[in-house]
Every structure is written in structure tokens, then in C-alpha cells.
């Protein structure tokens, strides 16, 4: 019966401090951001030290309060998961370089990718394609990053191809630099049907015709019958006389 009461005395507060962490989660499920936060200030009364409450507190901080969010994830140390989440932060307050060092850290090129499409959806396309070229730019091409160098090659093809439709002054020439990237992107992966196919695509719409041939025919190769190539090829590609020519 001792044994039994002071158990209990001893594990009241750290079953106090999971069940209002537990809350604040379901909380944040809810979209009730401000409740959540309340849980896990609860939760962190009574448990100061929890790592894992100060990571589902800078979740809850991470639109509110950046900055206070990154600090979260730095105190929960909680590697990959809280370095990725770090740089979500920071890409929300506008220091992407910090940004990138977090998500290669995390090897979360993935959010990277993700990031740069929510601020191109906001027309922020500079600071997108900033994001990627910064990825890039700490990438290596060897056995264990080349996927994901390929897919950021890939990513600033989309990007600079969006960002063409809305800035006319530049279009051609981010329109070039996106069929270089796509090509960029099929050379490290050539066996990705998606690259190849972005890559025809583009060259068929504003670039050479025989490349984006080419580009359709090996893309068959890997997938016969590949219902766009075909389409493609049989189309605005089907005579000789189109595929030498050049849209300007």
C-alpha cells in the first residue's frame, strides 16, 4: 500500500503533463491553434524539460511565431524532425539560407520543394527559386544525393516555367533556363519518366523541336506507349518538316 502511494505521488505530474500534451496535439488536429497552445503551456508547468512538448509547441508556433518556433525545435533537439521544422520557420521569416542548411541537415529535400511552391503560389517567384538554387547549390552528384539533385533540377524547371507566365520581360529567358534544368534533371535520372516528359514537354512549347523529338522517342523507349509521347509524336510532331523547326 506505500509502494502503491507514493507511486503515485511521484508520477502524478508526469501523468498530468501527458495528458494536457495529449490534448494540446488533438488540439492542433482541430485547427484550435490558440487552445493547444494553453495545453502545452499546461504540460510544460509541469514537465519544464520535455522535449517532446516544446516540438509540438513550436508546431503551434510555427505560423504564429516563427522565430519563437525555431527556438522550440532548437531546445527539443530532436534531430531530422525538428531541423526540418526549424527550416520552415525560417522560411517563413525570410532567411532561406538558414533555411536550406536545416532541410540538407534533415535530408528533407522534400520540403524544400514544398516551401518554394507555397511562396510561388503566393507570386513570390524570386524567392522560390532562391530557395531551390540554394539546395542546389549544397547537393552534391554522387550515389546518395543525386535523387534528390535531380528532383531540386526538376523543381527550378516548374518554377521558372510558372514564373515565365507572369513576367513577360524574362520570359524567353527563363523559359531556356527551364529546359536546361529539366535536361539537367533527365542527365542525373535518365531512367524518370517525369523528367523526360517535363523536359519534351518544354522543348516542344518553346524550344527545338528535333530535341523535343528526340526527348519524346527515348521516353517511349522507357515506357512504350506512353500515352503523351504518343499523342505528341503523332500530333504537332508527326511530320519530319515540323520536327526541324524551332519555336521562337
Known amino acids: 500500500m506505500v509502494l502503491l502511494v507514493v507511486a503515485i505521488f511521484l508520477s502524478w505530474r508526469p501523468l498530468l503533463a501527458w495528458w494536457a500534451d495529449e490534448a494540446g496535439n488533438r488540439a492542433l488536429v482541430r485547427g484550435q491553434t490558440t487552445g493547444a497552445l494553453s495545453w502545452f503551456a499546461q504540460?510544460?508547468?509541469?514537465?519544464?524539460?520535455?522535449?517532446?512538448?516544446?516540438?509540438?509547441r513550436g508546431r503551434a508556433l510555427l505560423t504564429l511565431d516563427p522565430q519563437s518556433a525555431v527556438v522550440e525545435f532548437d531546445y527539443a533537439a530532436c534531430g531530422a524532425p525538428c531541423d526540418a521544422e526549424a527550416g520552415d520557420a525560417l522560411v517563413r521569416l525570410g532567411r532561406p539560407d538558414e533555411a536550406v542548411d536545416r532541410y540538407v541537415r534533415a535530408h528533407a529535400a522534400q520540403r524544400v520543394f514544398a516551401a518554394a511552391r507555397d511562396l510561388a503560389r503566393a507570386g513570390r517567384y524570386d524567392a522560390a527559386l532562391h530557395l531551390v538554387r540554394g539546395l542546389v547549390a549544397q547537393l552534391h552528384d554522387n550515389f546518395i544525393e543525386r535523387s534528390d539533385l535531380a528532383a531540386s533540377y526538376a523543381s527550378l524547371g516548374s518554377l521558372e516555367l510558372d514564373a515565365s507566365a507572369t513576367e513577360p520581360k524574362h520570359a524567353t529567358a527563363l523559359r531556356s533556363q527551364a529546359i536546361a534544368d529539366y535536361a539537367t534533371a533527365s542527365r542525373l535520372s535518365p531512367f524518370n519518366e517525369g523528367y523526360l516528359l517535363s523536359l519534351a514537354s518544354a522543348q516542344m512549347r518553346f524550344g527545338d523541336q528535333r530535341a523535343a523529338r528526340k526527348a519524346y522517342e527515348k521516353l517511349l523507349e522507357l515506357h512504350p506507349h506512353e500515352p503523351n509521347a504518343e499523342a505528341a509524336l503523332h500530333s504537332s510532331l508527326g511530320s519530319s518538316d515540323q520536327s526541324d523547326q524551332q519555336v521562337p
Not at 504540460?43 to 509540438?56: G, I
Open 43 to 56: 504540460s510544460l508547468a509541469l514537465e519544464p524539460d520535455w522535449r517532446m512538448v516544446h516540438e509540438d
